[in-house]
T-cell receptor, first 114, second 115 residues
Framework: SQQGEEDPQALSIQEGENATMNCSYK?????LQWYRQNSGRGLVHLIL?????REKHSGRLRVTLDTSKKSSSLLITASRAADTASYFC??????????????FGKGTKLSVKP | EAQVTQNPRYLITVTGKKLTVTCSQN?????MSWYRQDPGLGLRQIYY???????DKGDVPEGYKVSRKEKRNFPLILESPSPNQTSLYFC??????????????FGQGTRLTVV
């Protein structure tokens, strides 16, 4: 069951620009996480935001969460060519038998041109 | 170094030939999962384990088996692989269930081709 949907599916920007990716989800969540995947490699955790938080920062990353709209955004400021990767949101629900599980979206493919 | 190790990284096999993909973590994590990643479908959970001897189905469990006899290992077994199981597989571990605000640590992936 797909919970999160990222938008856009693909994003191409120049180095130094900001990149914004959005994630929408369907059901009530406990937390939302963002992961990065370099081509065909394992996912790496970037940031976790809890359902009672609205904004979180980590280095050049800024994540917002709007539980009323069931959406989140990931902003990467001053992007670098090394940020080229796919970015996934993942939600942990707070009800039901699968409360332990993460449900991933399909990802946004970011390309940063030097 | 804290890590999740999967083996093999690449595997080409024939339909019906049983195979096992191993997964091992050195972080003493209780929670482990297997995912498959397919183009246009993102990551889908196959099976997960909350602790030793405790496993449960994810979203796409058909054609797969798992076991959790030790805390560090969580092998994925394909008893009779079919071409539709050609995919990129990831093992992940975390200290506990994700509702407890834990992050997942992923292995490097196993690219499986079934011909």
């Amino acid at each position: 069951s797909q919970q999160g949907e990222e938008d856009p599916q693909a994003l191409s920007i120049q180095e130094g620009e900001n990149a914004t990716m959005n994630c929408s989800y369907k059901t009530s969540i406990n937390n939302l996480q963002w992961y990065r995947q370099n081509s065909g490699r394992g996912l790496v955790h970037l940031i976790l935001i809890r359902s009672n938080e609205r904004e979180k920062h980590s280095g050049r990353l800024r994540v917002t969460l709007d539980t009323s709209k069931k959406s989140s955004s990931l902003l990467i400021t001053a992007s670098r060519a090394a940020d080229t990767a796919s970015y996934f949101c993942a939600t942990a629900m707070n009800y039901g038998g699968s409360q332990g599980n993460l449900i991933f979206g399909k990802g946004t493919k970011l390309s940063v041109k030097p | 170094e804290a890590q999740v190790t999967q083996n093999p990284r690449y595997l080409i096999t024939v339909t019906g030939k049983k195979l096992t993909v191993t997964c091992s973590q050195n972080m003493n994590h209780e929670y482990m999962s297997w995912y498959r990643q397919d183009p246009g479908l993102g990551l889908r959970q196959i099976y997960y384990s909350m602790n030793v001897e405790v496993t449960d189905k994810g979203d796409v469990p058909e054609g797969y088996k798992v076991s959790r006899k030790e805390k560090r290992n969580f092998p994925l077994i394909l008893e009779s692989p079919s071409p539709n199981q050609t995919s990129l597989y990831f093992c992940a571990s975390s200290p506990g269930p994700h509702r407890a605000n834990t992050e997942a640590f992923f292995g490097q992936g196993t690219r499986l081709t079934v011909v």
